[in-house]
T-cell receptor
Framework: GQNIDQPTEMTATEGAIVQINCTYQ??????LFWYQQHAGEAPTFLSY??LDGLEEKGRFSSFLSRSKGYSYLLLKELQMKDSASYLC??????????WGAGTKLIIKP | GAVVSQHPSRVICKSGTSVKIECRSL??????MFWYRQFPKQSLMLMAT?????????EQGVEKDKFLINHASLTLSTLTVTSAHPEDSSFYIC???????????FGEGSRLTVL
């Protein structure tokens, strides 16, 4: 079966750095996405990786290793507004998006 | 980015009634839109893929006669929950893909409460 694993919940301190990991086992691979979802709201797109390596976008960076079936989302200079759930999603060989359950990130002052 | 608008954002209805949710792509044409359902503290569950001008493709376990999807134009898809029951209470979200990566842009979501 297809599976995406990410931690259920993480806690970090304002101003610090946090890394949210995502491992996947899917039938084929056509890209990995990270989305941010605040409570009660719809997800918003953060990043896309299709090749190995690091993609940096401001305070957020996303890394991919296809051989390891692994990605992480790195958030720097954490702000209180970064408290949200972070969803990892992989597009498989049929171009279907497989969603992780999301990681709830709690930022403490 | 792209803008997807969803309406209504919240709806409360009595059991047995039908509810229609609209999803519009405001600044691009979307031949394909996706409808998701999300229960509290759970991830998104794809319900169906809405194709402009043709029948929607439903995921396994989703009742097509209960969740009617119509994609009449390139900018509008509607989801109608027919004869709603309390167990249909959920957060329904639509999305459309755009851009080179085909990333999804989501509507604001519609929270349905069936009494």
């Amino acid at each position: 079966g297809q599976n995406i694993d990410q931690p259920t919940e993480m806690t970090a301190t304002e101003g610090a750095i946090v890394q949210i990991n995502c491992t996947y086992q899917t039938s084929g691979f056509n890209g990995l996405f990270w989305y941010q979802q605040h409570a009660g709201e719809a997800p918003t797109f953060l990043s896309y990786n299709v090749l190995d390596g690091l993609e940096e976008k401001g305070r957020f960076s996303s890394f991919l290793s296809r051989s390891k079936g692994y990605s992480y989302l790195l958030l720097k200079e954490l702000q209180m507004k970064d408290s949200a759930s972070y969803l990892c999603a992989v597009r498989d060989s049929n171009y279907q998006l497989i969603w992780g359950a999301g990681t709830k990130l709690i930022i403490k002052p | 980015g792209a803008v997807v608008s969803q309406h209504p954002s919240r709806v409360i209805c009595k059991s047995g009634t039908s509810v229609k949710i609209e999803c519009r792509s405001l600044d691009f044409q979307a031949t394909t839109m996706f409808w998701y359902r999300q229960f509290p503290k759970q991830s998104l569950m794809l319900m169906a893929t809405s194709n402009e001008g043709s029948k929607a493709t439903y995921e396994q376990g989703v009742e097509k006669d209960k969740f009617l999807i119509n994609h009449a134009s390139l900018t509008l898809s509607t989801l109608t929950v027919t004869s709603a029951h309390p167990e249909d209470s959920s957060f329904y979200i639509c999305s459309a893909s755009k851009g080179e990566a085909g990333e999804l842009f989501f509507g604001e979501g519609s929270r349905l409460t069936v009494l």
